[in-house]
């Protein structure tokens, strides 16, 4: 058990220490991050720079997901006792109206916790999804659970940060805009993994509108985003597909084919924004490579005009080369021609979902981050969202701020089992946010 708060404190009131004494004092406390988030100062940037909340980063960025879990819950409960004290102390000098809207569990402090917690547990879910033929009986029942913790707390983050935009200063506003972006981002996978595509669609076109703002359109970050909505499309139109099997409803016809062609446009825009990556990499303007590529949604040919002008946009990025990032523009060249292989095998959406996944970690290696991201442990961007489909959906009505977060603890996995899950270092499961 770690030592109380309050201990060296009491010790010290006994005897004053002298300076071996204190500096064993001092040693402890750098060795112990444990307490640091109750007195390190109680905003946003204080938690995001605290040594509890760097050491949860760095436990999920290893894979140590459990480890990760553990340590924010603790800085979590910590400091929502500490915003509750820090509330009773100023409640004296406060009005009743200043009472009703001071909800502690939304203080801005906590919004980091709640987002690393959320986004940490949502990628357990996926390495168990990755693991699903190795998971024992009733593990969906515990991912449906984990899933709504993971999307209360996302959510409760988001709260959090839509108040701190509409009240912040102008220099505040470009950080917390980019990490409300990322916020959309884990909510719109957590969504689709759900199986709740129209609100992971809804999150996913919120993380573009901030991201291109920022980023402009010629950003992998961007083009991230895009690839997740057009998987997001295409899932809604294998729905649509089953649906049409099993009736002959040209309403069901319709919408299977309105969201394949939905998809296919967010391909092609995620190619772009490959493209212009490569071109700026390469001392070329983007709008010179991919501003007159266009295609037409609605057309009952989208799927070949789609596939023509991803083929235009390869043969003008071909000759581009760069002496400086050789590899990555390499790497970014691949992933054209493979988007190019899923367009002209789009027949259907099954087929088309599979091979997107093959790119994940591919196009997540590509996606290093550059920074005014939320909360990322390597500063690079989340998963670009090539996963495969998981889990029950999570059954949530309205929003509702988080207390505690209280997740099921699964059954041990044998060490057979477990394989080298703790060397694993490949992208499909390194959680780089």
């Given amino acids: 058990q770690r030592v109380m708060a309050d201990s060296p404190s009491q010790q010290e009131q006994e005897s004053p ?54 340590k924010i819950a603790s800085n979590l ?9 820090k509330g009773e102390e100023n409640k004296e000098t ?42 024992q009986s009733g593990s969906d029942e515990e991912d449906a659970d984990d899933s709504q913790i993971a999307w209360e707390n996302l959510e409760t983050a988001r709260l959090i940060l839509d108040k701190m935009i509409s009240s912040s200063e102008e220099k505040r506003l470009r950080k917390l805009r980019l990490d409300l972006s990322q916020i959309h981002l884990r909510l719109g996978d957590l969504q689709r993994f759900n199986g709740r595509y129209a609100e992971a669609a809804t999150d996913y076109e919120k993380c573009i509108t901030i991201r291109e703002k920022y980023f402009g359109p010629y950003h992998r970050k961007v083009a991230d985003t895009h690839y997740n909505l057009g998987l997001t499309y295409m899932s809604m139109a294998s729905e649509g597909d089953k649906k049409k099997q099993k009736s002959d409803d040209d309403t069901s016809k319709k919408d299977e084919e309105n969201h394949r062609n939905r998809a296919l446009k967010q391909y092609l825009l995620g190619a772009k924004s490959f493209a212009g990556e490569i071109a700026q990499i390469c001392g070329v303007k983007p709008e010179d490579i991919v501003s007159d590529i266009t295609t037409d949604e609605n057309d009952e040919n989208a799927r070949s005009e789609t596939s023509l002008a991803l083929k235009e946009i390869r043969s003008r990025v071909l000759p581009l080369e760069s002496e400086t990032e050789k590899i990555l523009v390499d790497d970014l060249k691949e992933i054209l021609d493979e988007i190019q292989e899923i367009i002209d095998e789009a027949e259907s959406a099954k087929k088309a979902i599979g091979e997107v ?73 390194s959680p780089k946010t």
């Fill in 17 to 70: 220490p002298d300076e071996t004494t204190k500096m064993t004092i001092d040693e402890d406390k750098r060795k112990d991050p444990s307490e640091e988030t109750t007195t390190t100062s109680m905003t946003y940037e204080g938690t995001e720079s605290s040594e509890s909340f760097l050491l949860s980063k760095r436990f999920l960025a290893e894979g140590n997901f459990d480890g990760a879990l553990e």
């Fill in 77 to 85: 409960q910590q400091s929502i006792e500490s915003t509750s004290s």
């Fill in 94 to 135: 406060t009005t009743n109206a200043d009472n009703n809207n001071n909800n502690n569990s939304l203080h801005e402090s906590l919004a980091p916790l709640y987002y690393l917690y959320g986004t940490t547990l949502l990628y357990s879910i996926e390495e168990s999804t990755d693991n699903l033929q190795q998971q």
């Fill in 357 to 429: 996944s093959e790119l994940k970690a591919r196009a997540q290696a590509a996606a290093e981050g550059d920074g005014g991201e939320m909360l990322n442990p390597d500063g690079s961007t989340t998963t670009i969202g090539f996963g495969t489909t998981t889990a029950a959906a999570a059954q949530s009505s309205s929003p509702q701020p988080v207390m505690m977060v209280a997740r099921k603890k699964k059954k041990k996995r044998s060490n057979d089992d477990r394989g080298n899950e703790d060397d694993d270092t490949d992208a499909s499961k």
